[in-house]
């Protein structure tokens, strides 16, 4: 059974900084590209930042690019966001999303998913 977690979220003034963790289970991600997705009250799932499996390159939204760093653990089932310079605009439940179907950088190409953590930015 595959289980992805997340971890890390809490509450923060703009301008501070947060590290989102992320851990999955049941099958060997080291080969897979993993992503974080944000969604705030009443709007759609977007995606955040992602990391190929094979080569590990990395891809942002236009809205965190600059200031999020997505990057692998040494455990290689392991994802972490590295958030700097947070705006109110950036609080959402922020998910982490595993097994990449290769076609868009959209929450329908991925299937795994976890339960998603809060990040608060207070102005």
């Known amino acids: 059974q595959v289980q992805v977690v997340e971890s890390g979220g809490g509450s923060v003034q703009a301008g501070g900084s947060l590290r989102l963790s992320c851990a999955a289970s049941?099958?060997?991600?080291?080969?897979?590209?993993m992503a974080w997705f944000r969604q705030a009250p009443g709007k759609d799932r977007e995606f955040v930042a992602g990391?190929?499996?094979?080569?590990?390159?990395?891809n942002y939204a236009d809205s965190v690019k600059g200031r999020f760093t997505i990057s692998r653990g040494n455990a290689k089932n392991t994802v972490y966001l590295q958030m700097n310079s947070l705006k109110p605009e950036d609080m959402a439940v922020y998910y982490c999303?595993?097994?990449?179907?290769?076609?868009?950088?959209?929450?329908?190409?991925?299937?795994?998913w976890g339960q998603g953590t809060q990040v608060t930015v207070s102005s």
């Open positions: 990391v190929r499996g094979s080569g590990g390159t990395t």
């Open positions: 049941g099958r060997t991600f080291s080969e897979y590209t």
């Open positions: 999303a595993a097994w990449w179907d290769g076609t868009s950088w959209t929450s329908a190409a991925f299937k795994y």
